[in-house]
C-alpha cells in the first residue's frame, strides 16, 4: 500500500517550527540552516495546498489547520521515537566499567554471554572510574558506586560481592608491622587502602608511594617487584594461580559489592535484564 503522506523531513521540520514558535529555533535544534527549514515548511504547505501558520509580528502563529496537524504530527513522532529507542534498545547494550575490569574478567568471559543471547550487541566504554559515567552507557559496572550521586546509587543493582587484599611479586618484603618500600595506590579510588584498612584493623605504610590511573597498571607495578597493589580477587586470580603474585594478607570482602547502575529512569530493557542476571551468575560462579 502506497502511503499519501508527505516526506518525513518536512515533517519534522513543521512539527519543530511549530512547537518552538520559530523557524530560527528548530533550525538550531535539528541541526539545519534557517532556509533549509523554511523551505521544507513550505514544502509542506505548498504540499496540502493551504498555509499552516499565520504571521505574528515578527514570528509565527498557527492557525486552526495548523493546531490539527501539529497535534498529529507531534504524537507520530513520539510513538516513532518510542518504538525506535525499544528497537534499539532489544538490539544492543552499552555498558561501561574500567579498563582493568573489562581487559582482565568481562571481554574473557562475554562469549557466554553471546552463547546464551546471540542478539544482544554489547559495545563496551573502557575508561577510568573518575570518568565513566559520563559515557552515556545504559549499565555503569562499578565497586565503588557508593561515591556516586544520591539519585545513581538509587538506582544501584548488586550484582557481586568484591573481595579486595594485598598483593605483591612472590619474594617481596613486608615487615611484621606492615611497612612496605613502595605502597601502590590507584589515582581515582586511593580511599580503597582507608577502607581495607578500616575493615581489616591492619595497615600497609610505604615508605613512599607510587600512583597509576588504572588498575591494570598497578598490577603490573606489583609483579615487576615495585610495590604493594590493593586489588580485587577476580583481577588476579590467574597471577595468583601461577605464583607470580601472592596475597600475604588475604582477601576482605567490601560491603558495598559490584552493583550495575542503570542510566537514567528509564525501565531496563530485556537486552539490559539478561545482562544483568548474566554477570550476576557468573561472577557468582
Known sequence: MTRDLPPLSSLKAFEAAARLGSVTRAAAELGRTHGAVSRQVRSLQDHLGAPLFDKAGT????????????????EALDRLEQGWLRARDEA?????????FAMRWL???????????????????MTSAREMRREGA????AWDWLSFPPEEQARAIRV???AFGPVCASRYAIGADGEVACRITHDF??????????????????QREIAFPHTHLCIEAALSGL?????????????????RLHAPMGFTLFEQGM????????PLSASAVAFVDWVKAELAA
Open 59 to 74: 514570528g509565527l502563529a498557527l492557525n486552526a489547520r495548523g493546531e490539527m496537524l501539529r497535534v498529529s504530527v507531534a
Open 92 to 100: 544492543g547494550l552499552h555498558v561501561a566499567c574500567s579498563a582493568t
Open 107 to 125: 571481554v574473557a568471559h562475554l562469549p557466554s554471554f553471546y552463547r546464551a543471547h546471540p542478539q544482544v550487541k554489547v559495545r563496551l566504554s
Open 138 to 141: 545504559d549499565l555503569v559496572l
Open 160 to 162: 557481586a560481592d568484591v
Open 189 to 206: 579510588t586511593s580511599s580503597a587502602w582507608d577502607h581495607w584498612s578500616a575493615r581489616t584493623g591492619r595497615t600497609i605504610t610505604g
Open 227 to 243: 610495590g604493594v597493589a590493593l586489588v580485587e580477587r577476580r583481577l588476579v586470580a590467574a597471577e595468583l594461580a601461577d605464583g
Open 259 to 266: 552493583a550495575a547502575i542503570p542510566s537514567g529512569e528509564r
